[in-house]
């Protein structure tokens, strides 16, 4: 460095540096004193580092005391004394003396009043929910058992219409029940237009008139046609009877065995009695009212049509579902038997 500049020296020990003015000659140090400040700053060194450690060590040994501190356990609660309430309830003596003879003995359910409410409520909802389905499945089938008895009790009016049963005696018909006859075989019981829905199925089937589609408009046509044939055949056999005084109904025979209550049944289809309800006559107003009826017939069906032809016809059709349902009139009390249903 220059002269000019301001030199720094070796520190002594008040810590100052010792500075000289610029151009002033460096003084010579002595060995000695060279020596001295080097001892000087060693010993200052030594005696920093060993307050540091002190220091150190203290700090650490309060640290740990505190934490020593914290983790003292708290101390344990005293024990508590038994209070009058929890203590356990005296025993009962081991002989305790005997009842009178005529102290009635304690009901079951004095001695355990908790078993009747032991169930739960799930269990005694369970219970009678077992109940009510056994009941409803009870009600249902008497409901099926009816239903079907009275399905299977078609002679009642379902497909045979009135008829005279086989231990109603035969007596002469009055005006009244002759209109009331009248009315039930031709308008008021179901199985006046089932039959006619049925024939009408097979003239649909047979495409007969062919004049006539082959939808539900064409089947409406050809049951019109054969429900209003049946009414006025139905009526003139009706106004004929009357007149006659025949009997217009099936009776059941008296007779047994399947081929004399056959033979009943296909010869009642052409004769009926008289005003004695004892002679046979031949059926002149039924199967005259059926020709009747098919000539009336050509009046709406589709031309050409044959007047005699239909008429013809319409007997022969007399004829045998006539003696098909005699049969079935005849027989439907065998029948329903076999099925289970009450005569």
Same mark, same amino acid.
């Given at each position: 460095?220059? $002269?000019?500049?301001?030199?720094?020296?070796?520190?002594?020990?008040?810590?100052?540096?010792? !500075?000289?003015?610029?151009?002033?000659?460096?003084?010579?140090?002595?060995?000695?004193?060279?020596?001295?400040?080097?001892?000087?700053?060693?010993?200052?060194?030594? $005696?920093?580092?060993?307050?540091?450690?002190?220091?150190?060590?203290?700090?650490?040994?309060?640290?740990?005391?505190?934490?020593?501190?914290?983790?003292?356990?708290?101390?344990?609660?005293?024990?508590?004394?038994?209070?009058?309430?929890?203590?356990?309830?005296?025993?009962?003596?081991?002989?305790?003396?005997?009842?009178?003879?005529?102290?009635?003995?304690?009901?079951?359910?004095?001695?355990?009043?908790?078993?009747?409410?032991?169930?739960?409520?799930?269990?005694?909802?369970?219970?009678?929910?077992?109940?009510?389905?056994?009941?409803?499945?009870?009600?249902?089938?008497?409901?099926?058992?009816?239903?079907?008895?009275?399905?299977?009790?078609?002679?009642?009016?379902?497909?045979?219409?009135?008829?005279?049963?086989?231990?109603?005696?035969?007596?002469?018909?009055?005006?009244?029940? $002759?209109?009331? &006859?009248?009315?039930?075989?031709?308008?008021?019981?179901?199985?006046?237009?089932? =039959?006619?829905?049925?024939?009408?199925?097979?003239?649909?089937? !047979?495409?007969?008139?062919?004049?006539?589609?082959?939808?539900?408009?064409?089947?409406?046509?050809?049951?019109?046609? !054969?429900?209003?044939?049946?009414?006025? #055949?139905?009526?003139?056999?009706?106004?004929?009877?009357?007149?006659?005084?025949?009997?217009?109904?099936?009776?059941?025979?008296?007779?047994?065995?399947? =081929?004399?209550?056959?033979?009943?049944? &296909?010869?009642?289809?052409?004769?009926?009695?008289?005003?004695?309800?004892?002679?046979?006559?031949?059926?002149?107003?039924?199967?005259?009212?059926?020709? #009747?009826?098919?000539?009336?017939?050509?009046?709406?069906?589709?031309?050409?049509?044959?007047?005699? #032809?239909?008429?013809?016809?319409?007997?022969?059709?007399?004829?045998?579902?006539?003696?098909?349902?005699?049969?079935?009139?005849?027989?439907?009390?065998?029948?329903?038997?076999?099925?289970?249903?009450? !005569?």
């Amino acid at each position: 460095m220059g $002269r000019g500049a301001i030199e720094e020296i070796e520190f002594r020990s008040t810590g100052q540096p010792l !500075r000289r003015r610029s151009g002033q000659a460096r003084a010579a140090v002595p060995a000695c004193v060279s020596k001295g400040n080097k001892l000087g700053k060693t010993f200052w060194d030594a $005696r920093s580092l060993w307050t540091t450690f002190v220091i150190a060590v203290f700090l650490m040994l309060s640290c740990m005391s505190g934490w020593g501190q914290d983790q003292t356990p708290p101390p344990a609660p005293a024990p508590q004394q038994p209070s009058q309430q929890d203590a356990p309830p005296p025993k009962a003596p081991e002989n305790p003396p005997p009842k009178p003879p005529d102290a009635p003995s304690s009901s079951p359910s004095e001695n355990h009043p908790k078993e009747e409410g032991s169930s739960s409520p799930a269990q005694a909802a369970a219970e009678k929910t077992k109940d009510l389905t056994i009941q409803a499945a009870e009600e249902t089938r008497k409901l099926g058992e009816a239903t079907l008895l009275q399905l299977r009790n078609w002679e009642s009016g379902w497909l045979t219409g009135p008829y005279s049963g086989r231990s109603r005696p035969l007596l002469p018909l009055e005006p009244k029940q $002759r209109r009331q &006859i009248y009315l039930q075989q031709t308008l008021v019981t179901p199985e006046t237009y089932l =039959k006619r829905m049925f024939v009408a199925g097979i003239d649909q089937a !047979r495409g007969s008139p062919h004049q006539w589609d082959d939808g539900w408009g064409g089947y409406a046509e050809r049951f019109a046609s !054969r429900e209003g044939q049946f009414i006025a #055949a139905n009526s003139l056999a009706a106004l004929g009877n009357a007149a006659l005084k025949y009997d217009p109904l099936y009776d059941e025979c008296a007779c047994k065995g399947f =081929k004399s209550r056959l033979r009943h049944a &296909i010869v009642r289809n052409f004769l009926t009695y008289n005003r004695t309800e004892e002679e046979l006559r031949p059926q002149w107003a039924l199967y005259g009212g059926a020709f #009747a009826g098919g000539v009336i017939s050509t009046a709406w069906k589709p031309h050409p049509r044959n007047a005699f #032809a239909e008429g013809g016809r319409a007997m022969l059709g007399q004829a045998g579902y006539g003696a098909l349902l005699n049969f079935f009139i005849e027989f439907a009390g065998d029948i329903n038997r076999k099925l289970g249903a009450p !005569r």
